[in-house]
Every structure is written in structure tokens, then in C-alpha cells.
């Protein structure tokens, strides 16, 4: 009959592994044999086949539907869309982008400018008088051009 399995979390062993950590550490971290835990690794395999490979599959599904969403708009969608909803699909964009690029995803100028007044907006719009932002009353900001708001924060 043999003895009762080794109750163990296999999900952090899955997710050690996927870190790049050998078996032999794992499993002194768990406190179990390296073959215990090779064995359960292969059990699992056995049982679960594709769904232990769900991860990296994962991020490919999400690359296509992506792909998908951004070919469904098209120019004639873009010209009938809404300023704010223009605006705030250049954020997501641009968050995106700069987030693969490895860069801060702060949006400044004017896109930030347009978002600030959209909230502001919404917030009134909802009867949330606090959440109205108001702009500084320092004189050097006061009178601000275009130009200025693109090196400005929101």
C-alpha cells in the first residue's frame, strides 16, 4: 500500500521552477527529496499535460487578442470616436508602449492636460465637488501657454 503522500505546495514549486531554480534547491526549500518532488513534477505532467505550459501560452492568447482589438479600429472608428475616448485610448497606448519600453508611464502636455479636465468633469458631473483639482494659484503658472503644459505634471 505504501505510505501517505507528502502534502506540499506544488504551486510554489511550479513557480520556483519557473523562476529557474533547480530542483535540488526546491526541494531542500520544501523540505522534501529532489525525487519526491521530480516525481510529483512528473505526475503532474502526466495528469495535466498542456495546462502546466498555461502560462507561457497565456501571454501569446493575450498578444493575439490584442492584435485583434487594435486591427478592428479602423480610421472611420477613430473619426466618429468621442475626443474622450480618443484621449484615453491614447493613454492605454502610450502606457503600454512606454511600459514595454521600460520608460516611467507618466503622460504630460497636453494629452495630460485633457485627461486632468475630463476627470474634473466627470467628478462634477457626479456631484463630487471634491474631487475637483484645482490648478495652482502661483503666479508663474497662472498664465501658462501650450507650450508649457508639455514639461507640466497633472
Excluded: W
Amino acid at each position: 500500500m505504501g505510505r501517505k503522500p507528502i502534502d506540499l505546495d506544488m504551486e510554489a514549486a511550479l513557480d520556483l521552477l519557473e523562476r529557474g531554480e533547480r530542483v535540488p534547491a526546491i526541494a531542500s526549500e520544501l523540505g522534501i527529496s529532489a525525487s519526491t518532488l521530480r516525481n510529483r513534477i512528473a505526475q503532474l505532467q502526466k495528469r495535466q499535460g498542456l495546462l502546466l505550459q498555461y502560462r507561457a501560452i497565456q501571454s501569446l492568447q493575450l498578444t493575439e487578442l490584442q492584435a485583434r482589438v487594435l486591427e478592428a479600429i479602423t480610421p472611420d472608428k477613430i473619426n466618429d470616436a468621442p475626443l474622450r475616448d480618443l484621449v484615453m485610448s491614447y493613454k492605454i497606448l502610450k502606457n503600454s508602449e512606454l511600459t514595454i519600453e521600460g520608460k516611467p508611464n507618466e503622460i504630460k502636455g497636453l494629452v495630460a492636460h485633457l485627461i486632468h479636465m475630463e476627470k474634473q468633469e466627470a467628478a462634477l458631473k457626479n456631484g463630487v465637488e471634491g474631487e475637483v483639482i484645482e490648478f495652482s494659484e502661483n503666479e508663474d503658472e497662472k498664465y501658462c501657454s501650450l507650450g508649457d503644459l508639455d514639461d507640466q505634471e497633472f
